[in-house]
């Protein structure tokens, strides 16, 4: 049972390092990623305490009560990209269109362009 906590541990700790070594992250995000994988260290830690907490609020297992929660944290980034998504396109389409009207020939000019020199 040990060994499982200790690579548990380990995948954890490198996940937390990797998500901390981006620079764009801001302040707050970190702070929550801190907490999110201090809270899972502790249930790596003592996984008892998920058991007790779920038989507190009417879920038969501890386990049971963190597969709610990771379905519920799921859908809660899938929302959060699908609408980062939608303003993504938005700000690609306004841009597209922005580089269009700005490179625009008008239709009398382009034929003069592509008309060859005469001698």
Do not use: C
């Not at 992250?25 to 058991?51: E, H, N, Q």
């Not at 859908?75 to 609408?83: E, M, Q, T």
């Amino acid at each position: 049972m040990i060994t499982i906590k200790v690579i548990l541990i380990v995948i954890l700790l490198i996940i937390l390092r990797a998500f901390l070594v981006q620079k764009s992250l801001i302040l707050v995000k970190r702070a929550v990623a801190v907490l999110m994988f201090a809270g899972l260290l502790f249930l790596v830690l003592f996984p008892d305490v998920s058991t007790w907490a779920a038989n507190r609020i009417g879920v038969g297992r501890g386990v049971d009560l963190l597969f709610y929660f990771a379905h519920l944290f799921f859908l809660l980034v899938a929302v959060s990209l699908w609408r980062r998504l939608i303003t993504l396109t938005a700000a690609v389409t306004h841009l597209s269109r922005e580089i269009a009207i700005k490179n625009a020939v008008r239709p009398e000019e382009g034929v003069k362009k592509s008309r060859p020199a005469e001698d």
